[in-house]
């Protein structure tokens, strides 16, 4: 019986090309393919994959949280993260998220398929370089927070200090003369950055670091 997969990426001609990949591996079929972490869930729920690959930067719900939504509603489904990022917040976010996996997009049509074989039989997986940051991340998590935040580009740090003051999305709008749309991008990025999931999330790392103060 070959390995279901649900395929889950923004970029339509990376994840066709998983698609075409995986076509010529005869103990895997690909059953379908999403878009964003939002549509993810709607197509696991409707074609029950065995294994979802899944992005971690996208629009409307990310890897992180989506995979945090299916292994809440679907805790049999395996989860392999097949991400650009090799930055410690994106691998600590959706590993803790219950991903099962994690591979960077340059990996070999080998690593891919040794993957989705292992996390179906039960077994984690992580690629070598993902092992190393994922020791190195926990031998010094204390660094690892210190330099998220340093990651942030100026403009989402200005826009996380005003999320953090309470500021909301259509305020910071008109305070920074950018739309709204630009805001949750920017918003969403800084929290996939910094492995938060709300705004809450941010009010208390703020606190936390120093940022702003409790008047």
Same mark, same amino acid.
């Given at each position: 019986?070959?390995? #279901?997969?649900? *395929?889950?990426?923004?970029?339509?001609?990376?994840?066709?090309?998983?698609?075409?990949?995986?076509?010529?591996?005869? !103990?895997?079929? *690909?059953?379908?393919?999403? #878009? !964003?972490?939002? %549509?993810?869930?709607?197509?696991?729920?409707?074609?029950?994959?065995?294994? *979802?690959?899944?992005?971690?930067?996208?629009?409307? +719900?990310?890897?992180?949280?989506?995979?945090?939504?299916?292994?809440?509603?679907?805790? !049999?489904?395996?989860?392999?993260?097949?991400? +650009?990022?090799? %930055?410690?917040?994106?691998?600590? @976010?959706?590993?803790e998220?219950?991903? =099962? @996996?994690?591979?960077?997009?340059?990996?070999?049509?080998?690593?891919?398929?040794?993957?989705?074989?292992?996390?179906?039989?039960?077994?984690?997986?992580?690629?070598?370089?993902?092992?190393?940051?994922?020791i190195?991340?926990?031998?010094?998590?204390?660094?690892?927070?210190? !330099?998220?935040?340093?990651?942030?580009?100026?403009?989402?740090?200005?826009?996380?200090?005003?999320?953090?003051? @309470?500021?909301?999305?259509?305020?910071?709008?008109?305070?920074?003369?950018?739309? &709204? #749309?630009?805001?949750?991008?920017?918003?969403?990025?800084?929290?996939?950055?910094?492995?938060?999931?709300?705004?809450? =999330?941010? &009010?208390?790392?703020?606190? #936390?670091? @120093?940022?702003?103060?409790l008047?």
């Amino acid at each position: 019986m070959k390995i #279901k997969v649900l *395929v889950t990426d923004d970029h339509q001609l990376f994840r066709e090309g998983l698609v075409n990949l995986l076509f010529s591996a005869p !103990d895997i079929e *690909v059953i379908a393919q999403a #878009k !964003d972490g939002k %549509d993810a869930i709607e197509k696991a729920k409707h074609y029950k994959p065995d294994v *979802v690959l899944m992005d971690i930067g996208m629009p409307v +719900m990310n890897g992180i949280e989506a995979t945090g939504v299916l292994k809440t509603t679907m805790p !049999d489904v395996k989860i392999v993260a097949v991400s +650009m990022h090799s %930055d410690w917040q994106y691998v600590k @976010g959706i590993l803790e998220a219950g991903a =099962d @996996g994690y591979l960077l997009k340059n990996c070999t049509y080998r690593q891919l398929t040794d993957a989705i074989k292992s996390v179906y039989a039960g077994k984690k997986y992580l690629s070598e370089d993902i092992t190393e940051l994922v020791i190195s991340g926990y031998l010094d998590p204390s660094k690892s927070v210190q !330099d998220s935040y340093a990651e942030l580009s100026e403009r989402e740090k200005e826009i996380f200090i005003l999320l953090a003051e @309470g500021k909301s999305t259509r305020e910071i709008s008109d305070k920074l003369f950018i739309s &709204v #749309k630009t805001v949750g991008t920017h918003k969403q990025n800084l929290l996939e950055k910094l492995s938060l999931k709300t705004t809450a =999330d941010i &009010v208390k790392y703020a606190i #936390k670091k @120093g940022l702003i103060r409790l008047d």
